[in-house]
């Protein structure tokens, strides 16, 4: 039980779709993450949220929207995805940004078509 | 070249054998977090450590900050163990991850 949930698990969608991921984290943590993690690649950051402030945009393409209503609850707004984009993405949280141990959730296998 | 390297990349074992797998970076660390990844893709932290050693069951993880080197160590490994180990550095109040080391144990 990692305390850290994704829903959808399994996403398929065109081109053209608008979809949204969301991540909850029930532990009370400050910090929010979102990776993407590639075929044979390392994990890759792609935000950070701190007291549901953006303070890291990891040169992300802006067809990545993300956003963090509150300190629970984070989305990853997708529009007008490439086929490149297909990926495991994958949530975590932290007590604080920095260093500090990290939680994941289980990942959302995005396969864009 | 990666700044987190992992090695090896694959790993096969027969249950009860003692697996060593090892993680070298080249930039300045404050920290350094080993993870698992099972089929499926969720992600679980087994240790985070910044010196010494730290023992968890039949895990046990070292880490010697002068030569830029971790291991993860798997006593006893049973095909439950089967799955990508990652390890990942704190550099600057981010984690830097390596490629990962898959694992499959076979009974």
């Known amino acids: 039980e990692t305390g850290v949930t994704q829903t959808p698990r399994h996403l398929v969608m065109g081109m053209t779709n608008k979809k949204s991921l969301k991540c909850e984290q029930h532990?009370?943590?400050?910090?929010m993450y979102w990776y993407k993690q590639s075929a044979k690649k390392p994990l890759e950051l792609m935000f950070v949220y701190s007291l549901e402030e953006r303070v890291e945009n990891n040169s992300v393409p802006s067809r990545f929207s993300p956003e963090c209503p509150n300190s629970s609850h984070l989305f990853l707004h997708l529009h007008t995805l490439q086929p490149e984009d297909s990926a495991l993405y994958l949530c975590a949280s932290s007590q604080e940004m920095g260093e500090a141990e990290q939680y994941f959730g289980p990942g959302t296998r995005l396969t864009v078509t | 070249k990666n700044e987190v390297e992992q090695s090896p990349q694959n790993l096969t074992a027969q249950e009860g054998e003692f697996i060593t797998i090892n993680c070298s970076y080249s930039v300045g660390i404050s920290a350094l977090h080993w993870l698992q990844q099972h089929p499926g893709g969720g992600i679980v932290s087994l240790f985070m450590?910044?010196?010494g050693k730290k023992k968890h069951g039949r895990l046990i993880a070292t880490i010697n900050i002068q030569e830029k080197h971790s291991s993860l160590h798997i006593t006893a490994s049973h095909p439950r163990d089967s799955a990508v180990y990652i390890c990942a550095a704190y550099n600057t109040d981010k984690l830097i991850f390596g490629t990962g080391t898959r694992l499959q144990v076979f009974p």
């Open positions: 532990l009370g943590h400050n910090a």
């Open positions: 450590l910044s010196s």
